[in-house]
C-alpha cells in the first residue's frame, strides 16, 4: 500500500529534542510543516530511555495540528535504533528518519523493523513512511540507490556537518563546500520521484545568509529545508510559497495550453515569453504548491 502522504508540503522539517517535554508539547503553534522530533544527537547516552518515554506519551496525547510527526532514530550501528523504532511506531509517529544512510541496504534494515512495528502495534502495513538523511560522501555517491531502495520512502536529506567532515573541510556559510552533494541528492530525488530537503543554517543571528541560503536551494529545486529555530520558518514559506505574479503565469500558461492542444498549437507567447507542452508540468507543480501553502484562489 503506497501512503498518500508521500508527497505532502514539507517546506520547512523543525528539529526538536524529544527528550524536552517543554519543547516538544506545542511546537504546531509555529507552524511548520514537518516536526523532526530527535532521539539521536540531541540526546545523550545515558538518557535514551528517558527521550523515548517522553517521545512516546507526547506522540500518544498531543495533538500536533497537522504537523506531520517525523522521529529521528539512533544510528543503525548503534544498540539503540530498534527500540526507537517500537517506540515511534507504537506511539503513532509519521515518519521514520534514518541518520547517517550509506546505502540501500541500511533502507531494507530499517523498513523491515518498521514493518515488523507496524504489525505488532496494530498499524496499518506501510502507514509509516521513511526519510533518509545522508551524512557521508559514500552516502552522496549512492544517493540514487537510496532514493529508490522502498515505497515507504517519501524523501532524502542532506546532512551538512558530518558530511563536511567526512569531506576534510567544515561549512563556511557561502554554500561551496555544499554544492556537488546538493546537486547529487537533488538529482537523484528526481530521478527516483521522491523529496530531497536541505541541511540545516546554524547561525541563528545571520538572517541575511539564511535567506541566501534558502533563495540558493530554493533555485536548486529543493523541496524544504531542515531548521533549528521557529524564527526560521518564515523566510523558508515565504520563499518556498508561490507569489501571486507567479501562480498568475502559471494558471495562464494551464489554460493556453489546455486551449492550443485542441487547436493544434504546440508553439506560442504568455506574457510575452514563448511557451510550448515543456512548460505543462511546471505550471501545474506552481499551482499544487500554491494550494498545498493555501494562498490559492483559483479554480484550476
Excluded at 532514530?73 to 503513532?92: F, M
Excluded at 507542452?277 to 483559483?298: C, E, H, Q, W
Amino acid at each position: 500500500m503506497i501512503n498518500a502522504n508521500k508527497k505532502r508540503l514539507r517546506r520547512t522539517m523543525m528539529f526538536l529534542n524529544a527528550q524536552k517535554p517543554g519543547l516538544i508539547k506545542d511546537p504546531y503553534i509555529y507552524k511548520p510543516d514537518s516536526l523532526l522530533l530527535d532521539l539521536e544527537d540531541a540526546v545523550a547516552e545515558n538518557q535514551k530511555d528517558a527521550a523515548r518515554f517522553s517521545l512516546f506519551h507526547a506522540l500518544r496525547s498531543i495533538d500536533y495540528r497537522g504537523c506531520e510527526r517525523v522521529v529521528r532514530i539512533n544510528g543503525l550501528d548503534t544498540p539503540y535504533w530498534k527500540e526507537d523504532i517500537r517506540c515511534s511506531v507504537a506511539g503513532g509517529c509519521d515518519a521514520i528518519r534514518i541518520p547517517k544512510t550509506e546505502n540501500e541496504e541500511d533502507v531494507h534494515l530499517a523498513e523491515k523493523e518498521i514493518a515488523r512495528a507496524e504489525r505488532e502495534f496494530g498499524r496499518p502495513e506501510g502507514s509509516v513512511l521513511i526519510m533518509a538523511a545522508v551524512e557521508s560522501a559514500r552516502g552522496v555517491m549512492n544517493a540514487l540507490d537510496i532514493c529508490e531502495a522502498s515505497e515507504r520512502l517519501f524523501g532524502i536529506a542532506l546532512s551538512g556537518g558530518d558530511y563536511t567532515k567526512d569531506l576534510q573541510t567544515h561549512i563556511t556559510g557561502t554554500g561551496i563546500e555544499l554544492m556537488g552533494a546538493r546537486q547529487n541528492l537533488i538529482i537523484a530525488a528526481r530521478a527516483a520521484g521522491v523529496q530531497c530537503f536541505d541541511t540545516v543554517y546554524t547561525d541563528l543571528n545571520n538572517e541575511e545568509g539564511f535567506r541566501r541560503d534558502v533563495e540558493t536551494i530554493h533555485l536548486m529545486g529543493f523541496d524544504g529545508k531542515s531548521i533549528i529555530n521557529p524564527r526560521q520558518i518564515r523566510i523558508v514559506h515565504e520563499i518556498f510559497t508561490p507569489d501571486e505574479r507567479d501562480i498568475i503565469f502559471a494558471e495562464k500558461v494551464v489554460r493556453e495550453i489546455d486551449a492550443k492542444k485542441a487547436q493544434g498549437i504546440g508553439v506560442f507567447t504568455v506574457d510575452g515569453k514563448m511557451i510550448d507542452i515543456a512548460f505543462y508540468d511546471g505550471a501545474k507543480r506552481t499551482i499544487a504548491l500554491a494550494k498545498a501553502s493555501g494562498v490559492y484562489k483559483g479554480d484550476l
